[in-house]
Nanobody, 116 residues
Framework: QVQLVESGGGLVQPGGSLRLSCTAS????????MGWYRQAPGKQRELVAV???????NTANSVKGRFTISRDNAKNTVALQMNNLKPEDTAVYYC??????????WGQGIQVTVSS
């Protein structure tokens, strides 16, 4: 069972920045996709940005141009740089891993609140 540990959330004013980081508990061998989803109160969980181990990215239209996903495969980490944050970005952010032949794994979630 792969454990995903998230860090970096918190409270920020509109227009501010945060950086989320997620580290997997073991070396990820083979094809995989790591990334971030979020869930706001009363809404369904949605994709924010994901990235494959060979560098392909998929980013939600609502955050394009503001959020950037990156990976360090040697360290089994994925990061999400969030700039120009808006109140509607407020949500619990979840790290996700889809590992070839092993399935899906989720972090426990980290709160991001954008408020003045």
């Amino acid at each position: 069972q792969v454990q995903l540990v998230e860090s970096g959330g918190g409270l920020v004013q509109p227009g501010g920045s945060l950086r989320l980081s997620c580290t997997a508990s073991e070396n990820l061998i083979g094809g995989n996709i790591m990334g971030w989803y979020r869930q706001a109160p009363g809404k369904q969980r949605e994709l924010v940005a994901v990235m494959s181990n060979d560098g392909l990215r998929n980013t939600a239209n609502s955050v394009k141009g503001r959020f950037t996903i990156s990976r360090d495969n040697a360290k089994n980490t994925v990061a999400l740089q969030m700039n120009n944050l808006k109140p509607e970005d407020t949500a619990v952010y979840y790290c996700h891993l889809n590992q070839f032949r092993r399935g899906d794994f989720w972090g426990q979630g980290i709160q991001v609140t954008v408020s003045s």
